[in-house]
């Protein structure tokens, strides 16, 4: 297994899942073309989500037909209820996704929506975390069951005030489980000022004790590669073939050359954080003498001079007397001829 949560931290290398969901369509070959490309590009993980048509939405949902203006074509051909049927996968789909998974050195993972489809996930196809939706964030039966079954819990916030995540937090922490919370914005796609990465510092000052990442939903890599900046532990990002696929989130998903960008912009961007600690890098100090400046004659200066200070220009390299000692040169007498242009030292005066 390639999950080991002890690694995933602030300021590290974010682990990156590629948010496949429902953007297989119900379609198993689509679902592995999306595996394959992920791992290509880098991710960490590949996560699906497990609802049926009777584990998600009640029947009001399905009369209203609320969720079909998610996505932003004309589909009024279907209904909610045809749709949810044609994108679920049962669990035999799970087991050979899961084993693809593992073929291609991914990790599987997977957010349930009922007690049966943890069950099925953790204790059949043990997957190595959790990952709650910001919809159950509230559904406290729901966490503790979760809870219980005592493995890593991967906590999304959107649509939460403060009182709500902390509530969630406590009641997961009553079974002692690993915690990972994911600012979240739960719109699709939302405004950037709307975004507030700032929430990401808050929750990391919150809640010191657990490590905090991002699950986006906006479009392109930038939003998600500043979240690197602030040290976010996981990058949670929507993945697709085809943006223009009918569906609710091909739209705001990364498509393959995007997430290539996330995984390698994550990589830089951790790098170039480097140390809070100010020092010299072995670079540097060997620029230092070719890229300084040292004091030199600015005219010929005759033997016996008393040093003024328009005798002296400060010029490169700077293998000679640094320019904050001029002070010092200043009312010396020179002991012989200095040509122009000489880089000057003690012995001169």
Not at 166 to 188: F, G, M, P, Q, W
Not at 263 to 279: E, H, T
Request: hydrophobic share 40%.
């Amino acid at each position: 297994m390639r999950f080991v949560f002890k690694n995933i931290r602030n300021f590290s290398k974010p682990y990156i899942i590629a948010e496949i969901g429902a953007n297989h369509n119900g379609d198993i070959e689509l679902a592995k073309k999306l595996i394959d490309q992920a791992a290509e590009a880098g991710a960490d993980c590949a996560k699906f989500q497990s609802w049926t048509k009777d584990s998600i939405f009640s029947k009001k949902v399905y009369e209203e037909n609320y969720f079909l203006k998610d996505d932003y074509r004309d589909r009024s051909d279907y209904t909610l209820e045809e749709i949810v049927e044609e994108f679920s996968f049962g669990k035999n789909e799970f087991v050979e996704l899961k084993k693809y998974c593992d073929e291609k050195n991914i990790d599987f993972g997977c957010s349930p929506f009922s007690n049966d489809e943890v069950d099925f996930l953790v204790d059949t196809l043990k997957v190595p975390f959790i990952k709650i939706a910001s919809m159950d964030l509230n559904n406290l039966p729901f966490l503790r069951y979760i809870a219980s079954k005592q493995v890593p819990v991967i906590l999304a916030t959107g649509l939460s005030e403060m009182s709500e995540i902390d509530e969630a937090v406590r009641t997961i922490e009553e079974y002692h489980n690993k915690i990972i919370l994911l600012h979240c914005v739960s719109n699709y796609p939302p405004r950037d000022e709307h975004v507030n990465l700032r929430n990401i510092t808050m929750l990391q000052n919150y809640y010191s004790s657990y490590s905090v990442g991002f699950s986006d939903h906006t479009i392109g890599v930038e939003i998600p590669l500043a979240s690197v900046a602030l040290g976010v532990s996981v990058i949670e990002k929507h993945f697709t073939l085809d943006k223009d696929m009918f569906g609710w989130d091909h739209k705001v998903s990364a498509d393959y050359n995007e997430l290539i960008q996330i995984v390698q912009g994550s990589k830089r961007i951790v790098d170039a954080m480097g140390s809070y600690r100010r020092f010299l890098t072995a670079y540097d100090a060997e620029k230092i003498p070719a890229f300084r400046r040292s004091i030199v004659a600015a005219k010929h200066i005759p033997a016996g001079k008393t040093i003024e200070r328009e005798d002296l220009d400060f010029k490169r390299p700077g293998t000679g007397i640094e320019p904050k000692f001029v002070d010092v040169i200043i009312g010396k007498t020179a002991k012989k001829d200095i040509d122009y242009d000489t880089l000057l030292t003690l012995e001169d005066f």
